[in-house]
């Protein structure tokens, strides 16, 4: 079995072993189903502490790109990655954090005329103007999500000025209406016809939708549809111990 390699780059050791890892795996080194170094085997070759090398295993697993079967080893899987559930999170860095590049296609920007589901959600009346903008965002230019989302001009007046080819809606709303509260949705789907065609899957192919509002100091801020090929992508979560079931 090949030795990894880290690089003595300005990113966390964890990061870099993540990195080397994934470096293994794409350059086919490290194929599909084959058992790699155990932890026990990385804390001796490399010299690191097994805290490190245990948070390179974990995320990478929840990433899909590693199984770890208790007693017999870890070893390169071939599942989507996991999105976190329970959280808001900026797509751009969770793909940044799997070492992938992150791009953005802006397909709408818009002052739109809230449609009757979407005005309710807000608490205005049907055709109330609201900011419209739909985008789809890649890994290593493969769609993974598209995003539709309406925004209330009174919390982000600004909305529409931004370059969401070079921004999330994410990163801005964050910066401008902090988040107080969220609430996801979550459907199996399938896509649109036009949905299909963005996304590059075939129309027979399921998908997960999810449906994320948030607000800022109890006022809704955002609205959004996301839409992810279920091929693509994982949604998934951790809970603390909570009582019932």
Not at 217 to 229: D, E, F
């Amino acid at each position: 079995m090949s030795t990894l390699e880290i690089d003595d780059g300005p990113l966390p050791l964890y990061e870099r072993i993540k990195r080397g890892i994934l470096a293994k795996i794409e350059s086919g080194a490290w194929g599909r189903d084959q058992r790699i170094p155990s932890e026990n085997e990385l804390v001796r070759t490399l010299g690191v502490s097994r805290m490190t090398v245990n948070r390179a295993f974990s995320e990478l697993a929840d990433d899909g790109v590693l199984v770890r079967i208790h007693g017999v080893g870890t070893f390169v899987g071939g599942g989507a990655p996991l999105a976190p559930l329970m959280e808001i999170r900026n797509i751009a860095d969770e793909i940044a954090g799997r070492g992938h590049r992150h791009s953005a296609v802006l397909l709408c920007r818009e002052v739109a005329l809230a449609p009757a589901e979407i005005a309710a959600q807000f608490g205005v009346a049907t055709g109330r103007r609201l900011f419209h903008t739909i985008i789809v965002h890649a890994e290593n230019d493969l769609p993974v999500q598209l995003e539709d989302r309406y925004v209330n001009p009174a919390e982000a007046p600004a909305y529409l000025d931004q370059d969401f080819t070079r921004v999330t809606p994410n990163q801005y709303l964050m910066g401008v209406a902090p988040l107080s509260e969220g609430e996801h949705l979550v459907e199996a789907v399938l896509a649109q016809d036009w949905e299909c065609r963005h996304l590059r899957i075939e129309p027979a192919e399921p998908c997960l939708l999810v449906r994320r509002r948030t607000w800022s100091a109890g006022r809704l801020v955002s609205s959004a549809r996301l839409l992810y090929p279920g091929s693509r992508y994982r949604l998934g979560g951790r809970f603390g111990n909570v009582s019932g079931s």
